[in-house]
């Protein structure tokens, strides 16, 4: 069965680094490598907002509120996928999500920066 898990939230103070992980199990390679892949983050009371995207040739693209801080990746070899966190602001805060076009989804981690 597909799977993705994120790891790697937590609290952490405005100006701190994190690295998102999300690790992706059951897909086959060709799907990982080969289809959108996305970070999306929703804080409460808002939607949910794609902030961080990589093509299949690694074209990537970045909410202009984090463009600059924030760098996906990702690891073939290890059907992983990144999200590299710096200069955390407040308004960062939120429950992360890792998406793989189309259908799958993570279940979320939650990061929380503090001012």
């Known amino acids: 069965q597909a799977r993705l898990v994120e790891s790697g939230g937590g609290l952490v103070q405005a100006g701190e680094s994190l690295r998102l992980s999300c690790k992706a199990s059951g897909i086959i390679l060709s799907v990982f490598t080969g289809n959108f892949m996305g970070w999306y983050r929703q804080a409460p009371g808002k939607e949910r907002e794609l902030v961080a995207s990589?093509?299949?040739?690694?074209?990537?693209n970045y909410a202009d509120s984090v463009k600059g801080r924030f760098t996906i990746s990702r690891d073939n070899v290890k059907r992983t996928v990144y999200l590299q966190m710096d200069s955390l602001k407040p308004e960062d805060t939120a429950v992360y999500y890792c998406?793989?076009?189309?259908?799958?989804w993570g279940q979320g981690t939650q990061v929380t920066v503090s001012s």
């Open positions: 990589m093509t299949s040739i690694r074209n990537t």
């Open positions: 998406h793989i076009a189309p259908q799958y």
